[in-house]
């Protein structure tokens, strides 16, 4: 079954405003990454929180992770047009039956407007 | 120079003839990947190889058949395509197993089955 789901499904925004996505997933975790997909093109790694971190930033970029929720965050502060694409969370476990995957959500689908 | 790349980018073909896509990746990685993306950009892994040893088969229709000849290059055939089979396949590579580290993917070939 799918292990990361993403709230919301797609959100739109003016240039200048902050996103926030969010990922829920329902197993142990060593790791969640976030991954941006432009229109078209493959997946780019954004950034990576291991699962005794609670916070991380990467430039205009900031994860949280709240492991006792299984939730994580995405904030993307001063959105730009060029943030526009859809952005997946994926966890990693390295346990049983997940050893070696990724497992991905279904991905938000970010609109920035200029 | 392209970190991942495959080939082709797109493939249209009718049902019940055999294809191929290739995978090639210059980042020096031990573990490459496939993953199917549906219509509703839904991930899921189908395939990794480890230094050219299978370590993960999801359950994937045996009409799918990876190949590894060494760990830069990991080819995936599909015999028989079926409608079903339509989708955007993404090779990955990563330079561990997915649970320390992140996934470098390719653009995508997108197979549309007539």
């Known amino acids: 079954s799918q292990q990361g789901e993403e709230d919301p499904q797609a959100l739109s925004i003016q240039e200048g405003e902050n996103a926030t996505m969010n990922c829920s997933y329902k197993?142990?975790?060593?790791?969640l990454q976030w991954y941006r997909q432009n229109s078209g093109r493959g997946l780019v790694h954004l950034i990576l929180?291991?699962?005794?971190?609670r916070e991380k930033h990467s430039g205009r970029l900031r994860v949280t992770l709240d492991t006792s929720k299984k939730s994580s965050s995405l904030l993307i502060t001063a959105s730009r047009a060029a943030d526009t694409a859809s952005y997946f969370c994926a966890t990693a476990y390295n346990r049983g039956t997940s050893y070696g995957k990724l497992t991905f959500g279904q991905g938000t689908i970010l609109t920035v407007h200029p | 120079d392209t970190a991942v790349s495959q080939t082709p980018k797109y493939l249209v073909t009718q049902m019940g003839n055999d294809k191929s896509i290739k995978c090639e990746q210059n980042l020096g990685h031990d573990t490459m990947y496939w993953y199917k993306q549906d219509s509703k950009k839904f991930l899921k892994i189908m395939f990794s190889?480890?230094?050219?040893?299978?370590?993960i088969n999801e359950t994937v229709p045996n009409r799918f058949s990876p190949k590894s000849p060494d760990k830069a290059h990991l080819n995936l055939h599909i015999n028989s395509l079926e409608l079903g089979d339509s989708a955007v396949y993404f090779c990955?590579?990563?330079?561990?197993?997915?649970?320390?580290?992140?996934?470098?993917f390719g653009e995508g070939s997108r197979l549309t089955v007539l």
């Open positions: 929180i291991r699962s005794n971190e």
């Open positions: 197993t142990s975790i060593n790791n």
């Open positions: 190889y480890n230094n050219k040893e299978l370590i």
């Open positions: 990955a590579s990563s330079a561990d197993i997915p649970n320390t580290g992140e996934l470098f």
